[in-house]
């Protein structure tokens, strides 16, 4: 009885389909946060001051000290300028993920248009006002072309998105890499060059009162984007073939939608949108490109996105929390004396349980099913019995 009655009340807290979307995935953090409290515990450190330490490494919560011309205010800052590539990333996987691809390709986009915007336009002489939004446009060209290339080997050749994807990034990074060190290498920094500041995505050194900060300009251009996407997956025909054509492709030929037209806009939708994530990261928040590496936010962002429901409401939150995580882990390393890696740890123990979200979803239909079940048995015998 007590079992059932506690089977009942986690149903009730967990709620309808509808208000799963936004339980199941509180549910994923609520056990990532506890397997890391375990983690901590196990290596003799405070939880809370551990979590704490994330939080104040991404001026979310004051830290005790500041150096000069530093403060609450410049750490957030520079969290939102690591912010919003993340939020453009996990919105490329989430596009994909609606039409039933898997857009593992995302740090390659990245790559690959951070790399032609550089050399284009950040090695220029072009004033701000062209710089800028010929940075931005490039990195949706080429996004979108490359995004558009899985998709066309996707419908043409039947070759799995995923393959080509991981394909594509390796050539990329070893090809871009050759370049980079041939013509654009910094020798102190073994990095590319540094870009133009007139053709930078983040404003650096800007004096805000006492305070030397960073203003990250794509943003409001990642907030519009999610507003934007948001209207159009859930208010629009594109957005309705998407979600089809992501149920069952099948059907969805025989109801009319062409398929391979819909997986092509699919890529080359998110392919723009991980150009964007290339841009912000590259021209705005390092500023930089080191070669031989692909960005780790093209595979966290996948993290992000199955946290997010592959909403792009959804993503905002997700994108927040794993940032803090990413982004606090340095400090937190600092403050509690433990390897900044055990931040990625965390992360993955939410990706697990996020992959998770299908199977938890299913439980709790089963366990629905089965209340359901035997209130109408014992309905059935309660009748039986005043009847007699």
């Not at 007590?2 to 009340?9: G, R, V």
């Not at 109801?255 to 290339?278: D, E, F, P, W």
């Not at 093209?298 to 946290?307: F, K, M, P, R, T």
């Amino acid at each position: 009885m007590k079992k059932n009655s506690m089977k009942k009340a986690f149903l009730a807290v967990m709620g309808s389909e509808k208000r799963q979307n936004i339980t199941i995935p509180l549910l994923e953090v609520l056990l990532g946060l506890i397997a890391g409290t375990i983690i901590f515990l196990i290596l003799g450190k405070n939880p809370i001051e551990a979590f704490a330490a994330f939080l104040q490494g991404c001026g979310l919560f004051p830290k005790e000290n500041y150096a000069g011309g530093r403060g609450m205010f410049t750490d957030f800052l520079s969290y939102l300028d690591n912010w919003t590539p993340m939020i453009f990333a996990a919105l490329a996987v989430a596009v994909a993920f609606k039409a039933g691809l898997f857009n593992i390709g995302v740090s390659g986009q990245m790559l690959l248009s951070g790399f032609i915007a550089t050399i284009t336009v950040g090695y220029s002489p072009l004033p701000a006002v062209v710089a800028k939004p010929l940075v931005i446009l490039i990195g949706v060209v080429v996004g979108a072309l490359l995004g558009g290339l899985i998709g066309y080997l996707k419908h043409r050749f039947n070759i799995n998105e995923v393959v080509s994807a991981i394909m594509i990034n390796y050539i990329l990074q070893y090809l871009l890499s050759f370049f980079i060190l041939s013509f654009y290498t910094n020798p102190i920094t073994r990095q590319s060059n540094v870009v133009s500041d007139a053709s930078r995505l983040t404003l650096q050194d800007v004096m805000i009162g006492d305070y030397k900060t960073v203003i990250p300009l794509g943003f409001l251009l990642a907030l519009v984007a999610v507003a934007v996407m948001h209207y159009f997956i859930n208010f629009t025909k594109f957005g309705y073939e998407l979600k089809a054509v992501g149920f069952n492709g099948r059907a969805s030929r025989y109801a009319g939608i062409n398929v391979r037209r819909t997986i092509m806009k699919a890529m080359m939708t998110s392919g723009a949108l991980a150009g964007l994530a290339g841009v912000t990261y590259y021209l705005g928040y390092l500023g930089s490109i080191q070669p031989r590496v692909l960005a780790d936010l093209g595979y966290d962002s996948i993290a992000v996105s199955l946290l997010g429901n592959a909403n792009p409401i959804g993503i905002v939150f997700s994108s927040f929390l794993i940032t803090v995580i990413s982004k606090g882990s340095t400090y937190m390393s600092s403050a509690v004396s433990v390897d900044q890696e055990i931040g990625s740890v965390i992360t993955g123990l939410m990706l697990l349980f996020a992959a998770c979200g299908a199977f938890v979803r299913y439980k709790l239909h089963m366990a629905r099913v089965s209340v359901e079940e035997e209130a109408r048995e014992a309905g059935k015998a309660g009748k039986g019995g005043d009847e007699k």
